[in-house]
């Protein structure tokens, strides 16, 4: 298993540029987050899913959108990205039967918005 | 969510047995006890979780009182591999909030 992948690993921006972020994981985990994780700070829940087709707001949501079509893919996009949106980006999942609070992360995406 | 604290840093040496305590005074009755290890450049990898008592497997211990407003970690025999930052959550199931962490630096 590949386990949980992202893609790009970086990617430099303008501001009010727009772009999607993509995640992908086969181990067949319901549930899936996006997380940002700004210098020297902890992780803060951007968007999660506990299946396909649902999906519900973080603790930063303002400025990124997700969808849940599949149960292995959980694309983030940022809408019109601003330099507040430099960061770097996880992507997690897990299955339903350890919730959300066990959780296997992706190798990150680094995000610079000029 | 439960309110977590625990050390900004820590330092110690190879061989040595290394706890970091986390306080969670405001824990609720669902909340389990999560500890994740991140190093930099990559994702938090999870290393061990409990309700109570003693759990134990092959890189840790997670040591949690009757009362559970704190735990502890336990890292036997640390490595220079184990230089990395530990975050301690208390949480239900429904979303992960990581506050900053405890940034261990093991030394030679």
């Known amino acids: 298993n590949a386990g949980v992948t992202q893609t790009p690993k970086f990617q430099v921006l303008k501001t009010g540029q727009s772009m999607t972020l993509q995640c992908a994981q086969d181990?067949?985990?319901?549930?899936m987050s996006w997380y940002r994780q700004d210098p020297g700070m902890g992780l803060r829940l951007i968007h999660y899913?506990?299946?396909?087709?649902?999906?519900d707001q973080g603790e930063v949501p303002n400025g990124y959108n997700v969808s849940r079509s599949t149960t292995e893919d959980f694309p983030l996009r940022l809408l019109s990205a601003a330099p507040s949106q430099t960061s770097v980006y996880f992507c997690?999942?897990?299955?339903?039967?350890?919730?959300?609070?066990?959780?296997?992360f992706g190798p990150g995406t680094r995000l610079t918005v000029l | 969510l439960a309110k977590t604290t625990q050390p900004i840093s820590m330092d110690s040496y190879e061989g040595q047995e290394v706890n970091i305590t986390c306080s969670h005074n405001?824990?609720?009755?669902?909340?389990?006890i999560t500890w994740y290890q991140q190093f930099p450049s990559q994702g938090p990898r999870f290393i061990i979780q409990?309700?109570?008592t003693k759990v134990t497997n092959e890189v840790a211990s997670l040591f949690i009182p009757a009362d559970r407003k704190s735990s502890t970690l336990s890292l036997p025999r640390v490595s220079l591999s184990d230089t990395a930052v530990y975050y301690c959550?208390?949480?239900?199931?429904?979303?992960?909030?990581f506050g900053q962490g405890t940034r261990l630096t093991i030394n030679p």
């Open positions: 409990g309700y109570k």
């Open positions: 959550l208390a949480q239900g199931a429904q979303k992960l909030v």
């Open positions: 405001n824990i609720a009755t669902n909340d389990y």
């Open positions: 181990m067949n985990h319901e549930y």
């Open positions: 899913s506990v299946g396909a087709g649902i999906t």
């Open positions: 997690a999942s897990s299955p339903r039967d350890r919730g959300l609070d066990t959780q296997y």
